[in-house]
C-alpha cells in the first residue's frame, strides 16, 4: 500500500470524469449514422449475415479463450517498457513504476493495434459483406490482444498463476468487460458496463480464493461459466460491431471507411483499457480503499 501524490489523484479524478461521459466520438457518430442500431441491422445486414451469427460468435469465443491467438509476448513489453527508461525485468514488477512512464508505453500500443486494424480493414473491405465475416474475428482478435498488452503494460497477466487458473479465466472476463464498455454506444449503455465490469472484479475477491483454496475460486470462475459469459458478451457486442459496420459498406469507398472504422474502434477499446487499467493500477498502489460511484441517469 502506497500513499497517492497529486499527479496520481488528478489521474483517478480524470477517469472519473471519463467514466460519467457519454461513449466515445466515434462510437457516438456511428450510432446517429446508422441510428437506429436496431433499423440499420434489420435493413442493411444481408440475411446469410444473419444467419451466420451464431457460428461467428462460436469462432470469436473460441479465438478470444486461445491465448495463443493474440500473439503477446510478455518479452515484447517489457522491451517496449526499457525503451521508456522503465528497467523492470518481469510484468508483475512494473507495478513499481511510475504511472506517467507507463502510460507512454501503452499509447504507444494503442497506436500500433491502431495502424494493424486499418491495413486489416482496408483488405477485408474490398470483398464486401464476406470479408466481413473474415474481418470481425481479426478484429476482436486484435482489440483484445490490445487490451492485454496494456493490462500488461500495468502490471496485470493471464497466466500469472497459471493458464488454466481461476485468476487467468478472470483476467479474460476482466478485458471482455472493458471490451464491452469501449464499444457502448449510448451512455446508458456505457454506464452499466462500468458497473457491470464493477460487480464482476468485487465478486472475485482474490484473498478470499486463497484463503479458501483454488477449488473455491474454480467454482466462482470456472471455465465453461466463463465460457458462456464470454458467448453472451461477444454475441452483444458482434450486434452492435456488425450494425455500425453495415454504414461502410458503401460501394466503391467500402475499403477506406473499413480502414476508418478500424481505425477508430480500435482506438476507441484502446482508450477504456487505458482509463480502467490505469484506475486499477492506482486503486491496487493506494489499497483499493477508493470507490467511484457510478449512477446511471
Given amino acids: 500500500m502506497a500513499k497517492l501524490n497529486s499527479s496520481d489523484k488528478q489521474i483517478l479524478e480524470d477517469i472519473a470524469l471519463w467514466k460519467s461521459n457519454g461513449p466515445g466520438f466515434f462510437s457516438q457518430a456511428t450510432e446517429f449514422i446508422s441510428k437506429p442500431i436496431s433499423w440499420a441491422g ?59 512512464d507507463l502510460d507512454h508505453v501503452s499509447e504507444k500500443f ?19 459483406w464476406p470479408g466481413l465475416i473474415a474481418d470481425l474475428p481479426a478484429l476482436f482478435t486484435l482489440c483484445m490482444r490490445e487490451i492485454y498488452q496494456i493490462s500488461l503494460c500495468y502490471g496485470y497477466a493471464i497466466d500469472e498463476h497459471g493458464p488454466e487458473s481461476a485468476q487467468a479465466e478472470f483476467e479474460i472476463g476482466y478485458m471482455l468487460r472493458i471490451f464491452r464498455v469501449a464499444t457502448a454506444s449510448t451512455k446508458v449503455e456505457k454506464t452499466k458496463a462500468l458497473l457491470d465490469l464493477k460487480d464482476f472484479e468485487v465478486e472475485f475477491n482474490p484473498e ?88 446511471i441517469d
Avoid at 55 to 61: A, D, G, K, Y
Avoid at 110 to 128: P, S, V
Avoid at 208 to 237: C, F, H, P, T, W
Fill in 42 to 100: 434489420d435493413k442493411l445486414i444481408p440475411e446469410e449475415v444473419k444467419s451466420q451469427m451464431g457460428r461467428l460468435t462460436e469462432t470469436i469465443v473460441d479465438k478470444l479463450h486461445d491465448l495463443s491467438k493474440w500473439t503477446v509476448k510478455e518479452e515484447e513489453v517489457l522491451k517496449a517498457t526499457r525503451e521508456f527508461e522503465i528497467d523492470s525485468d518481469t510484468i508483475i514488477a512494473l507495478k513499481k513504476a511510475s504511472i506517467q
Fill in 208 to 295: 478470499v480464493s486463497q484463503d479458501l483454496g483454488n477449488d473455491y475460486a474454480r467454482k466462482q470462475i470456472g471455465k465453461s461459466a466463463a465460457i458462456n459469459l464470454s458467448r453472451m458478451i461477444v454475441n452483444e457486442i458482434i450486434r452492435q460491431t456488425l450494425a455500425r459496420k453495415a454504414v461502410t459498406f458503401i460501394p466503391g469507398i467500402g475499403a477506406v471507411l473499413t480502414a476508418g472504422f478500424n481505425y477508430a474502434y480500435i482506438s476507441d477499446v484502446g482508450q477504456a483499457a487505458f482509463m480502467l487499467y490505469r484506475e486499477r493500477f492506482l486503486l491496487d498502489k493506494k489499497g483499493r480503499k477508493q470507490v467511484i460511484n457510478i449512477e
Fill in 110 to 128: 494503442i497506436k500500433t493495434n491502431c495502424q494493424l486494424g486499418a491495413a486489416e480493414g482496408f483488405g477485408t473491405g474490398l470483398i464486401g
